[in-house]
């Protein structure tokens, strides 16, 4: 590894830190903004069993969005996520369910599975040059013809498994700290993001990932075997999604195959919303977490007031073109 290869990454993370930083500042204060709207003007809105459900539909959006992260940080996009979230959750229901292995080969298998889906999608972008948005496009078709041909379209419940359902919709912390209820899923969508951070600003994984957003070509130069490391990247945002799909059949108690349409383009939102560029080189898995968070009090909020289902969709549209038009003209003002 040379030290053009190291100042690449660095400067790749360095040189939008104000730019990503204002944005997640935004992001922060919409945040607070939505909560104070809706805690005023929908009275069911603050309660606690309201907040727990804010918390658990944001662990599966906010997971999500980590595993989206790093490809959109990369200068790629996946569009297969929400369908490999319902295939990683497939698997586990048939390595529990019909073959009745124990619980940690579930989980294993589902983030494996995702994983090597995600490193397919990357092989293909990498090696055969096809767009990332045609080559993850394609991966979501055959990740959703995959989960209705193994479960023979049909849901696999967890009823012989009781401990699945520890994954998500319990709250172990409340054993310890009594009235806490936050759900276990929420708890793993922190831990997630943790590590993720981690990763990504403490590693030479996270240097070259920055550093292939900033300029692919350049990391090529200078050294980086590119196609090596999208591969990995992709590779990670499987996997991350086999957790989301841990998390969501957790909470259904099921794996429904017909799941997962849809699920990309809240993730990809949250990622916007949270500040990460669209144009690869930055972002931060706080901004991801703070957008996921904006995502859910949003559609809740909305939900609480009686608006339409049809307006929601409405409104997270325009939400996305206003962050992504604040990201352009941030990225130009830098």
Known sequence: MTDTTLDTGKAAK?????????????????????LAFFGLFAPNFATG???VGIMQATAVNGVLGVAVTFVIISGGIDLSIGTMMTLTAVTA?????????????????????GAFMGAVSGWTIANLKIPPFIATLGMMQIA?????????????YFNDTPSYQLLSPVSSISALIPGIEVPN?????????IISSVVLTRTIVGRMIFALGSNEEAARLSGIKVNRWKILTYAICGGISGIAGLIVSSRLNSAQPALGLGYELDAIAAVVIGGTS????????????????????????LRVMGVQEEWKIVVTGVIIIVAVFIDIFLRKKA
Do not use: C
Request: proline content about 3%.
């Open 14 to 34: 360095s040189g939008f830190v104000t730019t990503a930083a204002l944005q997640k500042a935004v992001a922060f204060v919409v945040l607070i903004a939505l």
């Open 49 to 51: 069993g309201n907040m």
């Open 93 to 113: 229901g048939i390595i529990l369910t019909n073959l009745g292995m124990p619980l940690p080969f579930g989980i294993i298998g589902a983030i494996a599975a």
């Open 144 to 156: 959703r013809g995959l989960a209705l041909v193994f479960s023979e379209a049909k849901p696999i």
């Open 185 to 193: 899923g929420v708890m793993i969508m922190f831990i997630v993001a």
């Open 278 to 301: 669209l144009s690869g080189g930055r972002g931060t898995v706080m901004g991801t977490i703070i957008g996921a968070f904006i995502m859910s009090v949003l559609t809740n909020g």
